[in-house]
């Protein structure tokens, strides 16, 4: 008899296991919903929990070798529909290149742009998609973040969930389950996914992309949990945007002008995705000051622990600081970014926003 074993992803032991039960007892449910944080790992272990119910193997699956597996792992296979979300008029070039980015690692799936959604025509297809009988046994649809689904399309999906195809499987993933309709949860096998350990995303930098111990461990705590974050950081301009992040921090003492001339050299350097990651560099040196700030904290602790010297001097700068409002600033202006907002001016409501956090010793 075939073992299923879903052992491609990272951590997720649970999900794993009732997977594995379903797929063992042959009761696999028609909807799943895959829930929990961005970059653990959902739509990866959808696609793996596709390739052992496609898998032709006899033995272990997914067997990762067997056309069936080889034609998930590139998104090819014509039993299996991946929706994401993209804007209304998504060009044919437009979905191959982000199709062939999710092909080529589930965790670091291309995102262009900013308000995606998906839409009635998406679930439109579906409807006629499964009135055509499947080419191998099973069918598989996964639609990532549904929650960008239209009040539209949400509509149209419940209709399908409520008579749902024979031997059509449903996976919908998201990290916000109260975006949902109500009458689609009770349609599906809710799952639930966690953080991943920082050990684990540890061992996994060193083995996949031989990255240097010091630098892996780094990562891993930065990512807070999220392997896709530690993947967008591996980039080599990760040390130049912490460096960025420090400096602006530093801005505010700077008289007006120079605080404008910053900004807009910062902004037309780096787009938004970037500016983004720099803010989320911005908030986690806070956690960490905030750490020092209460006292009795342990180096290993702190995320940036290889800048504790700097963290120091940052925290015994300042008479006082307003973390509570410094998280909430951060985490506001980080999602202007997305918005349509003239990004330097942004940055520079920003710095002045940080001078009613920080309370300066005189
Ligand atoms: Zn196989």
Redesign the pocket.
């Known amino acids: 008899m075939a073992t299923n074993k879903l052992d491609a992803v990272i951590g997720q032991q649970r999900p794993r296991y009732i997977l594995q039960r379903a797929l063992e007892n042959e009761r696999v449910p028609h909807a799943y919903l895959f829930y929990g944080p961005m970059g653990v790992g959902k739509e990866a272990l959808a696609l793996e929990f596709t390739?052992a119910l496609?898998?032709?193997?006899q033995e272990e699956?997914?067997?990762?070798?067997?056309s069936?597996?080889?034609q998930v792992s590139t998104l090819s296979n014509p039993d299996l529909i991946y929706f994401f979300p993209s804007p209304k008029d998504l060009k044919v070039e437009d979905e191959r290149a982000v199709l062939q980015s999710i092909a080529e690692n589930p965790y670091a799936r291309e995102k262009p742009w900013s308000n995606p959604t998906l839409g009635i025509d998406r679930i439109r297809y579906l409807r006629k998609a499964c009135t055509i009988k499947s080419v191998g046994k099973y069918r598989m649809i996964i639609i990532a973040e549904a929650e960008k689904m239209t009040a539209a399309a949400s509509n149209a999906l419940l209709k399908i969930l409520e008579e749902p195809p024979e031997n059509t499987f449903i996976i919908l993933t998201t990290d916000k389950l109260n975006m949902l309709l109500s009458t689609i949860l009770s349609r599906c096998q809710i799952i639930q996914f966690g953080l991943i350990a920082d050990a684990e995303i540890e061992k996994r930098l060193i083995e996949k992309y031989q990255v240097d111990a010091e630098r892996a461990r780094l990562l891993s705590r930065l990512s807070q949990g999220s392997y896709s974050r530690a993947l967008e950081w591996l980039d080599d301009e990760f040390e130049e945007k912490r460096q960025v992040a420090i400096t602006l921090l530093r801005a505010f003492v700077k008289d007006f002008q120079t605080r404008i001339d910053m900004a807009e050299e910062i902004t037309k350097k780096y787009d938004k995705k970037a500016m983004k990651e720099i803010f989320s560099l911005i908030l986690i040196w806070f956690r960490d000051a905030f750490l020092l700030y209460q006292g009795g904290v342990q180096s290993q602790q702190l995320i940036n622990v290889d800048r504790e010297d700097i963290l120091h001097r940052f925290v015994h700068a300042f008479e006082t600081i307003d973390f509570d409002r410094a998280f909430t600033s951060i985490e506001h202006y980080t999602q202007l970014i997305d918005r349509n907002v003239h990004q330097a001016l942004l940055l520079v409501c920003f710095l002045i926003r940080l001078e009613t956090v920080l309370e300066m010793k005189r």
Request: hydrophobic share 5%; with cysteine.
């Open positions: 390739k496609f898998c032709q193997s699956r997914p067997c990762q070798t067997c069936s597996c080889r």
